[in-house]
């Protein structure tokens, strides 16, 4: 079964910048829509942003709107969460995911990676 794997987590200061990956092996079509979701402990998982494959349209949470671009690069099945001025509230396991259309719900998507850990330090 084809898995999405994800990178880039780390431990950063309050007010850094960080860039995840996920790369989604196997077809990616232009219809599919591609998305990160985070967990922090205790919580929900929550969407953040998405991207449609084909037409490169993005969506985002209200919370990181002007801090965070999602982005993909088709030739090479990977997608990019670029987060600017990170909050402590921005700390969580963050997922790609990816479903046949856009949702904002994880029960959208129906392929997900393992998760790639972001710790933010104030």
């Known amino acids: 079964q084809v898995q999405l794997v994800e990178s880039g987590g780390r431990l950063v200061q309050a007010g850094s910048s960080l860039r995840l990956s996920c790369v989604a092996p196997?077809?990616?079509?232009?219809?599919?829509?591609m998305a990160w979701f985070r967990q922090a402990p205790g919580k929900e998982r929550e969407f953040v942003a998405a991207?449609?494959?084909?037409?490169?349209?993005?969506y985002y949470v209200d919370s990181v709107k002007g801090r965070f671009t999602v982005s993909r690069e088709q030739a090479k099945d990977t997608m990019y969460l670029q987060m600017t001025n990170l909050k402590s509230e921005d700390a969580a396991l963050y997922y790609c995911?990816?479903?046949?259309?856009?949702?904002?719900?994880?029960?959208?998507?129906?392929?997900w990676g393992q998760g790639t850990q972001v710790t933010v330090s104030s």
């Open positions: 196997g077809r990616t079509y232009s219809s599919h829509h």
């Open positions: 995911a990816r479903g046949n259309s856009y949702s904002r719900t994880p029960t959208g998507y129906l392929i």
């Open positions: 991207i449609r494959w084909g037409f490169g349209t993005t």
